[in-house]
C-alpha cells in the first residue's frame, strides 16, 4: 500500500507544477489585456476630444463596454495570480 502511495506524490507533485506554469501563463496573457485595456482607453478619451473639436464621433459606447469587460478579465485572471503567490489584501470593516 506504501509504494503506491509513494509514486502517486511525484504524479501529484508535476500536476501542480504545471498548473502553477498555467497560472503563471494566464498572468502574463492579463499583463497583455492591461496594455489592450489601456490602449482603449486613451483611444476614447483623445476620441472624445478630438472628435468634439472636429465634429466626428471617434468614440463609442462599445468601447467604453470594451474596456469594461477587459477590466473584468484582468481582474479574475490577476486574482488567480495572488492566489498562487499568497499576495491577498485585507479589509477590516470593524475599523470603518
Known amino acids: 500500500m506504501r509504494s503506491s502511495s509513494r509514486g502517486a506524490l511525484p504524479l501529484l507533485i508535476q500536476v501542480a507544477r504545471r498548473i502553477d506554469r498555467f ?46 469587460y477587459l477590466f473584468d478579465i484582468v481582474f479574475l485572471f490577476i486574482y488567480t495570480v495572488l492566489c498562487l503567490y499568497g499576495l491577498f489584501v485585507y479589509i477590516h470593516c470593524s475599523s470603518l
Not at 492579463?30 to 489601456?38: C, E, K, R, S
Open 23 to 68: 497560472i503563471n501563463a494566464i498572468g502574463k496573457f492579463a499583463y497583455w489585456i492591461v496594455l489592450v485595456m489601456i490602449g482603449v482607453g486613451v483611444w476614447n478619451v483623445l476620441g472624445r476630444y478630438i472628435g468634439n473639436a472636429i465634429g466626428q464621433n471617434l468614440s463609442s459606447n462599445g468601447l467604453i463596454e470594451t474596456q469594461w
